[in-house]
């Protein structure tokens, strides 16, 4: 398994307010780091038994390896699912890693981050590597040697070189392209 | 094992809005029954793992024999366990059996019938005979092979006798208040 | 539910070797006691994985109210299952009631008891009350609720009484049989 | 994780019967392929509800690119874990993969090859690289996250040169390295 420019690029998070972290968390700056994404409801069952605990063994298995980050993409029971009632649902399940509310732009309806990832509901899981493209994108039920040997190859992948500043003797030394203004001029 | 006036008399229950009931559901008009109470906290992990669905296994297990009730006993959290988030709790859950809302006579703290009956934390397992008496009271996990055992005792005892007719020296033996007829001459 | 004629009497067990008891354990001695029956087969994978549990959890919940008996029903693999094998898998598990090995007729086939009690396979769970009727006998996966309901009316009934002492008009009225001494006198 | 030579290379299997294959298992007819050994004894509870399942679901995830192997490691009980009552275990838990009879060298005891490997007990788990060194040696119960990313590790390494067998046409063709002996000569 290698990097692959038809992984897609991680889109980034839309975040309305998050937990567990003293600063927003952005996947721009964990580029270089392999990242975890639990999206969960706090009442979906299936959440509860079963994505929200295997993300803690990540945690728990893989610690600074990997970034492990909840999101809740609450798309249906919105007025049940408020972000005083998930504070207190991590405070009781004990729950100790950064979780993000998925924003949204309309009340009601699917949350942003859950439509840029194309999620098919929860829990989801989403694993990034270090070049900050989209690995596994997957509802429902994943099996842990699954995740492992996934996370492993994440893992043990170079982070990507940063990009090379070409300098040509006669036109001089670009910008990152990344960096460049709409308007570039070369000096 | 046998009523007995050692066994206290189950408190009314105090509750500010039901669920899954068209009526308000009345300890004093399950006179007669066996009743099991389910006290929880939606946000308490023993509660969703095994206090609920024991309470769900009752139900399926014996049917019209017991009546199942949840109580809904938030003392803690309780901006995060409203009624709205409850609703939600429990169409996501499934849960079908009536479920009252326990009240609170000040804001915070613990609710009125969690307090009348003394329940130690959630979840909490009540289980009352046919003539209104707590029978077993207990707090944390108690396995079904008791519970099946508890609950089997109560349904075979019988109801309890209606209350004797007093006959006044005066006034002579009325005849007991639910078989008077309709147009009834004694006083 | 309470005993009646059209319960059938419980058979002998007919036992080839005991384990975890001194004596030979019969189900005429136990008259007036109520027996639990798990019939296994050691290398059966629902036996292991529930029905000697449910068993344990008998021995642990209802103490000397239930004597439970293990029943080693081999109908298969009669080569892999010997009493040896079994004596070691008995102090793996740790299983510590008592536990017999059904008896064979002929080489191979279905064991005596087995067949006596018309068991559809393994596990299956056989409760036998104080008169010495089969009250349950149900094969595969039976909940506790439903095991510890069974139980728990069992062990209310009243023992047999035990047979009226037929007083000859002529003879007097002889003691009951079992208390008779060893030098009786009445007639 | 890298193939270092500070890992043992993995002795040979010393096996009296196999079952669920029809040629002998060899691991030197195995080198380039990534090897799973579950040693277990069929009457190990840890082994029946733990090792044997996670083997199980090793062969379910990850298919050919991992060669899953049992080896009965009988340490205790030597009468009562025959390959007669094996094979009708093998039978009853539907037990697929190739499962081999660790040989004794000496009546009781500890088999040949489980001591070999110093294996501290059962269930143990052995992960062979495609270079044949033992990259794991767990006693116990090692969770599916840790195993999954080990063996995609193993899986994900190139698979150890051929020896270089460099006929020089001057010189003529060398024995490969590790088969030359002490006193070299060219021919």
Redesign the interface.
């Known amino acids: 398994?290698d990097m692959s420019s038809k992984d897609p690029v991680a889109p980034p998070l839309e975040v309305s307010k998050w937990f567990n972290t003293e600063a927003p968390v952005s996947l721009a700056e964990l580029r270089g780091r392999v990242v975890a994404i639990e999206a969960f409801q706090m009442?979906?069952?299936g959440c509860?038994?079963h994505g929200l605990p295997q993300a803690q063994?990540?945690v728990d298995?893989?610690g600074s390896d990997v970034t492990v980050l909840g999101l809740h993409t609450v798309f249906?029971?919105h007025?049940?699912?408020?972000p005083?009632?998930?504070?207190?649902?991590l405070?009781?399940?004990r729950i100790g890693f950064p979780i993000g509310v998925d924003a949204h732009d309309r009340p009601g309806g699917t949350p942003i981050t859950m439509s840029r990832y194309q999620l098919r509901g929860t829990p989801s899981l989403v694993l990034i590597d270090r070049a900050g493209r989209v690995r596994l994108n997957g509802f429902g039920h994943i099996?842990?040697?699954?995740?492992?040997?996934?996370?492993?190859?994440l893992?043990?992948e170079a982070p990507p070189k940063p990009p090379a500043t070409a300098c040509d003797p006669d036109q001089g030394c670009p910008l990152p392209t990344d960096t460049i203004p709409t308007k570039e001029t070369h000096r």
Request: proline share 3%; net charge negative; aromatic share 8%.
């Open positions: 398994m009442l979906c069952p509860v038994s063994r990540v298995t893989f249906e029971h007025d049940a699912m408020t005083v009632s998930l504070e207190a649902f405070h009781e399940y099996d842990d040697l699954t995740v492992g040997a996934t996370l492993a190859r893992i043990d």
